[in-house]
């Protein structure tokens, strides 16, 4: 009974009609998008060539990807890099002196004065 | 002359007469006032000594006590208690198992605050009919039930919302607006959740708000809740906050299954870095496109946005540090305690509430299963394949859902990095639902 008493006709439009439209919006959104990344995106050369000079006057090329970026191996080198600073995970010394001076009774056997050097004569 | 002395003297003595007269009058009235005085005096102290006198009931006296008391009205009916219960698994399911503690830990208070029979708390009578009762207000509302006017007048979503915008990064989505779709097509489970939800005897308002639960967005699901049916917000929010606490044991089945070994290693392009001006236009220019599309969607979306212009345009520092801080925290307190505080029993213990999570957890898997189904769709015709893992990101749920595709994506390609590219339908998924329950709002509200 709560079945047959049900709208089939509401339900469908605004299951159909409701997608349908978040579709569309969202569509509409890739469109305006993708011209605004057109227009507004960062323009690189696909290849640009910087020319260094080493001992032997020899000139290096250092590609870069195709969209001019740097390789991806070189941003999470980077990005570890980062994460490593941010987070203070790094080899930073903490500017605490942890050395302790050592209180070193005297023995003859660590004397410096009876050591084994002192019987040479220059 | 002796006339005139005659009417001279008569005039005298009626003066005298008058004078005497009134004289005589204010005496008798005094006297009067007096014996009125008199016998009050005598009846209050007559009275006074019955009060004294009276001995106290202390049977009586004892029974009130105890028929006070909260013990007894749970005695009476026990659904108070099972309702506490409930408080405490989600105190469990908060502390313990940390499923989405920040807001999980407020309503579970909420919810025992309100379930404290005698204490009175929270008064639902002021809401009833789904509109506030203004001139009731001022007669014993209490504290929730002034913060429940944030809820009810859709107040905390929308500035939970700036906070989410300033800690959002579009820059994904923008590099790769593709992901627009796999983030449209996720909403499919708030549109399937929806006419579920409706077979199962929902009127389409209620529908609706149960369907949302399928966006994975807690503020989207209570703004929209709020306006269309909030004799259901409690339920509905409980179950919108356990699903997207549950993300990590929902989705990982469900794209291992639409999905094959080789789909699930597809190792994706990077994506072109975004300008700065990008990300600065971006917000500006989807508040001002959707809200001209959908009027009922611009506050969601034109909060959003504002948060994320905040961060994008790095003038305004100290106000991003308050809206990703304070001002968030600050509205998570009370959106949790306040819609907690609507979950009292006689709403919550029902059939209907097992409908309601029944249809949640649908919609979250269906709007998992939209992602993924429509990124291998879309593999059919694009050059560079993209992996079907990253379409479950749509869901909104950020960044837990991300992090589920990156998670599942290494199980199979160790060295495969995916979680900036579900960033993108993971963002677009908070579009998505805002848009879709604007569309709803707009249709049913």
């Known amino acids: 009974m709560t079945l047959l008493a049900i709208n089939w006709n509401n339900i469908i439009l605004v299951t159909c009609v409701g997608f349908g439209i978040v579709f569309i919006v969202l569509v509409l959104l890739i469109a305006i998008i993708t011209l605004f990344g057109k227009v507004m995106a960062p323009k690189a050369k696909v290849t640009k060539t910087t020319t260094t000079t080493d001992a032997h006057n020899a000139t290096v090329k250092v590609e870069k990807t195709e ?3 740097i ?4 941003s999470a080198a980077i990005a570890a890099a980062l994460h490593m600073y941010f987070d203070e995970v790094h080899d930073e010394e903490s500017l605490v002196v942890t050395i302790k001076t050592v209180e070193r009774r005297y023995s ?8 084994l050097n002192n019987n040479f004569t220059r | 002359m002796k006339q005139s002395i005659k009417v001279f003297l008569l005039s005298v003595m009626a003066l005298f007469a008058v004078n005497f ?15 009125v005085v008199a016998v009050a005096e005598e009846a209050v102290e007559a009275v006074a ?5 009276e001995n106290i009931d202390l049977g009586e006296t004892m029974v009130n006590f105890f028929e006070g008391m909260g013990l007894t009205a749970m005695a009476q009916d026990p659904r108070y208690l099972i309702m506490i219960i409930i408080a405490c698994v989600l105190f469990y399911l908060a502390i313990v198992k940390q499923f989405e503690p920040l807001l999980l830990l407020p309503i579970a208070f909420g919810m025992l605050l309100t379930n404290l029979p005698g204490a009175g708390l929270f008064h639902e009578e002021l809401f009833a009919g789904g509109h506030v009762h203004w001139s009731d207000m001022a007669n014993g509302a209490g504290l929730l039930d002034f913060l429940y006017l944030g809820v009810k007048l859709g107040i905390y979503p929308c500035l939970i919302f700036i906070g989410v915008g300033s800690m959002t990064d579009f820059g994904p989505l923008l590099a790769n607006p593709k992901s627009l779709l796999l983030g449209a097509a996720a909403q499919l489970g708030i549109f399937a959740a929806f006419f579920g939800a409706r077979l199962l005897g929902f009127d389409a308002a209620e529908a609706a708000s149960i369907g949302i639960i399928g966006g994975a967005d807690g503020p989207t699901a209570i703004f929209l809740t709020s306006k269309l049916a909030p004799h259901l917000l409690g339920p509905i929010a409980v179950a919108a906050y356990s699903y997207m606490a549950l993300v990590p044991v929902i989705q990982p089945p469900i794209m291992r299954l639409l999905t094959t070994k080789e789909e699930r290693q597809i190792t994706m392009k990077q994506v072109r870095s975004v300008s700065k001006r990008e990300k600065i236009i971006f917000p500006i220019m989807v508040t001002i496109i959707i809200s001209l599309l959908l009027p009922d969607a611009a506050a969601l979306i034109g909060c959003l946005m504002l948060g994320n212009l905040m961060k994008e345009c790095g003038v305004v520092d100290r106000l991003t540090k308050t809206v990703q801080n304070e001002l968030m925290n ?4 009370f959106l949790g305690i306040t819609v907690g505080a609507t979950a009292t029993a006689g709403t919550f213990l029902s059939l209907g509430t097992l409908g309601i999570l029944a249809m949640g957890i649908t919609a979250f898997a269906l709007g998992s299963a939209g992602g993924v189904l429509l990124a291998k769709f879309m593999n059919l ?13 749509g869901v909104s749920a950020v960044p837990m859902a991300a992090r589920v595709s990156q998670v599942v994506g290494q199980e ?8 900036m590219h579900a960033m993108g339908p993971n963002v677009a998924g908070v579009i998505g639902s805002a848009v879709a329950a604007g569309i709803l709002l707009s249709m049913l509200g």
């Open chain 1, 108 to 115: 003859p056997w660590n004397s410096k004065i009876y050591g």
């Open chain 2, 49 to 53: 000594a019955e009060v004294v006198e």
């Open chain 2, 381 to 393: 015709f694009l050059k560079n394949k993209i992996n079907p893992l990253i379409g479950s990101a």
């Open chain 2, 412 to 419: 199979e390609n160790p060295t495969n990095y995916l979680l």
């Open chain 2, 330 to 333: 600050i509205c998570t307190i």
């Open chain 1, 67 to 69: 969209e001019g970026h």
């Open chain 2, 21 to 35: 007269a009134t004289m005589a009058q204010d005496a008798t009235e005094e006297t009067v006032a007096a014996e």
């Open chain 1, 71 to 74: 390789p991806a191996l070189d």
